[in-house]
């Protein structure tokens, strides 16, 4: 079978304590492929950018991205996925820093797109009614399902959830939907599976396991829930109607 070339973007702020070991539980198979896996260092202040270039000064398949000052996780996504498709990428995946979504099952998530069965990927942590027990906290839970609902009726999809962080796409995927005009909000996933289901790519969900630890997240949950509604009203007034 055709060895896809394989980009995994990893967007990382503050991620200096983290990134190594995420590094670490990305699976050898994984490294068996056409890979390379590439930081973008968004203007960190805690020695990430640090840790990323000793990372690929000892692997020959890892690069380093840096912006100069903070553009947000949007902004980071956007530079990785250009770069990717800049470089002949056939899949990119997003991946991380701070070890939350599990990169131990890259191999699984990556399938659907290797074998030509999907254009996007998105690991739900909402498939298996498992996010509760991995430790999503209640009003977590809640408000990922509110939201889910509401966005599903808007744009006429039936996806478990929006509001994953991994995320798998297609060369197909990024060549097809104009990620660098979708907003720089942490939403930027959710308004991608939107855009995949207005162009009626294939999207396929696989079960992932929650997992909440020590993690810092740079998400602020009350900004995040009214950036969604924001962008389910003005995909409502046609603002992503691209030519």
């Not at 991380?96 to 099952?105: N, V």
């Not at 999907?118 to 739900?124: F, H, L």
């Not at 962080?165 to 909000?185: A, N, Q, W």
Request: hydrophobic share 40%; with cysteine; charged share 25%.
């Amino acid at each position: 079978m055709f060895q896809k070339k394989i980009f995994v973007v990893i967007p990382a702020y503050q991620a200096a304590l983290t990134l190594e070991s995420v590094f670490d539980r990305i699976p050898r198979e994984i490294y068996e492929k056409d890979v390379r896996i590439v930081v973008v260092n968004d203007g960190s202040s805690d020695g990430t950018g640090d840790v990323a270039r000793r990372i690929a000064h000892s692997r020959a398949n890892v690069e380093v991205i840096d912006h100069p000052q903070n553009k947000g996780y949007a902004q980071a996504q956007k530079t990785g996925f250009s770069y990717a498709l800049a470089q002949g990428a056939d899949i990119a995946a997003l991946l991380h820093a701070d070890g939350q979504y599990a990169p131990e099952l890259l191999p699984r998530l990556l399938a659907p797109l290797e074998k030509g069965e999907a254009d996007v990927v998105i690991g739900s942590r909402m498939l298996e009614r498992g996010a509760l027990k991995g430790g999503m906290p209640l009003y977590k839970y809640i408000a990922n399902k509110a939201l889910t609902a509401i966005e599903n009726l808007a744009y006429g999809l039936h996806v478990s959830e929006y509001h994953s962080g991994y995320m798998l796409y297609s060369r197909r995927c990024l060549e097809t939907i104009p990620f660098v005009r979708l907003s720089d909000t942490f939403h930027f996933d959710g308004e991608m599976i939107m855009m995949a289901g207005k162009r009626k790519l294939k999207i396929k969900e696989i079960a992932i396991p929650t997992r909440y630890a020590d993690e810092k997240s740079h998400l602020k949950p009350v900004q995040y829930g009214f950036d969604v509604l924001k962008i389910v009203w003005a995909n409502y007034r046609g603002k992503y109607e691209f030519n």
